[in-house]
C-alpha cells in the first residue's frame, strides 16, 4: 500500500473543483504539496488553508499551463527551491460544450493546450527526474469522456482519448521501473467545469469532488492500473463502447447531449478565474 506521508505532490487545478479537493485530500494524508494554476489568490489561499489545518507544506506556483513556457517555468521554480516531486497528480484541465461550429474555436483550442500539451510537458519535464531516480508516481486526469466520441464535446472527449491511452502506455511502458503511472477517469462532478454557460450536469449521476479524490487516491495507493472515482453507473457507461458498434454509442450520447441542452449553450458571461 502506497502512503502519502511524507512525500511531496504536484496538483496542477488545485485552484477549485476536483483539484482543491485533491489537494485537501491529500493534506489530510500527511503529503506536503505544490499547487499550481493560474490563479494565484485562490492557491494562496488554499496554501494557507492547508498549512493550518493539516500542518503540512504547502508552496504555490503560478503557471499557465496551456502557454509552451508554463510547464518549463514551473520546473524552473521546484529545481530553484529544491523541492524534489514525488507525485505528479496531472488534473488541470477545460473543454469547450456545445456544438463545435457554433461555439468560440478558441475554447477548443485551449483545451487541446492545456489537456493534451500541457499535459504531455509536465509528464516529460518531471517524470523524467522520477525514471532517473527509480521511484516516484504519475496520476492524469482524464475522464469517462475518454471512452467514446461525443458530440456537443467533441474537441473536450477527444482530448480525454488523449489522455486515456497516453497514460495507459506509458504506464506499460514504465512497469517495473519504480515509477507508476494511473489514469483516473471521474464521471460527472459537481464542480465549476460549466462555468459561465447555461450548460448544467445531470444532478442524478454527479459526484462530489471529494468523493472523486478520496476515491482515486485509494487507487493509486492500492496499485491500481486505472480509476474510476465516480458512481458504479459511470463506470458501467464506459463499457457500452465494448458492446456496441461505435456510430451507435455516438448516437446514444448525441440524444443524451441533446436532452441536456448542449446542443443549444450558451455564454453567459466572461470566463471567471
Ligand atoms: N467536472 C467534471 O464533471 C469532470 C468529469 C471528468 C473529468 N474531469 C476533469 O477533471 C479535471 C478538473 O476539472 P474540474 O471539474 O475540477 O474543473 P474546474 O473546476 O473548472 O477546474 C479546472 C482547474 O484547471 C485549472 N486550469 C484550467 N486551465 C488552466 C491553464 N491554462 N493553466 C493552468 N491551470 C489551468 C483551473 O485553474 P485556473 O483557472 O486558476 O488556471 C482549475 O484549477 C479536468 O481535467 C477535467 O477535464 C472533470
Given amino acids: 500500500m502506497h502512503s502519502y506521508r511524507g512525500t511531496t505532490t504536484l496538483v496542477t487545478g488545485a485552484s477549485k473543483g476536483i483539484g482543491r479537493a485533491y489537494a485537501r485530500e491529500l493534506a489530510r494524508r500527511g503529503s506536503d504539496l505544490v499547487l499550481v494554476a493560474r490563479s494565484r489568490p485562490a492557491l494562496d489561499q488554499l496554501a494557507a488553508e492547508i498549512r493550518a489545518e493539516h500542518g503540512v507544506g504547502a508552496r504555490v506556483i503560478a503557471a499557465d499551463l496551456a502557454d509552451p513556457s508554463g510547464p ?108 507508476r503511472v494511473m489514469g483516473a477517469h471521474p464521471g460527472a462532478t459537481d464542480t465549476g467545469f460549466f462555468d459561465n454557460t447555461t450548460a448544467v450536469m445531470d444532478a442524478r449521476v454527479t459526484d462530489t469532488p471529494e468523493a472523486v479524490a478520496a476515491k482515486t487516491l485509494d487507487d493509486f495507493a492500492r496499485g491500481r492500473a486505472a480509476s474510476y472515482p465516480g458512481r458504479r453507473l459511470q463506470r458501467v457507461g464506459s463499457w457500452a463502447p465494448r458492446f456496441l458498434p461505435r456510430t451507435a454509442v455516438t448516437r446514444l450520447v448525441a440524444v443524451i447531449n441533446r436532452s441536456l441542452g448542449y446542443h443549444e449553450v450558451q455564454d453567459t458571461g466572461a470566463p471567471a478565474r
Fill in 72 to 179: 518549463a517555468g514551473v520546473v524552473d521554480e521546484l529545481n530553484g527551491q529544491r523541492i524534489t516531486v514525488d507525485l505528479l497528480l496531472n488534473n488541470a484541465g477545460m473543454g469547450s460544450v456545445g456544438p463545435f461550429f457554433d461555439r468560440p474555436f478558441e475554447q477548443s483550442l485551449q483545451s487541446v493546450e492545456v489537456n493534451i500539451t500541457g499535459l504531455m510537458r509536465m509528464t516529460r519535464l518531471i517524470g523524467a527526474g522520477m525514471v532517473e531516480r527509480g521511484s516516484g508516481g504519475i496520476i492524469n486526469v482524464g475522464s469517462t469522456a475518454a471512452f467514446q466520441p461525443m458530440p456537443y464535446q467533441a474537441s473536450y472527449a477527444a482530448t480525454k482519448a488523449f489522455v486515456l491511452y497516453f497514460t495507459e502506455a506509458l504506464a506499460e511502458e514504465l512497469r517495473g521501473t519504480g515509477v
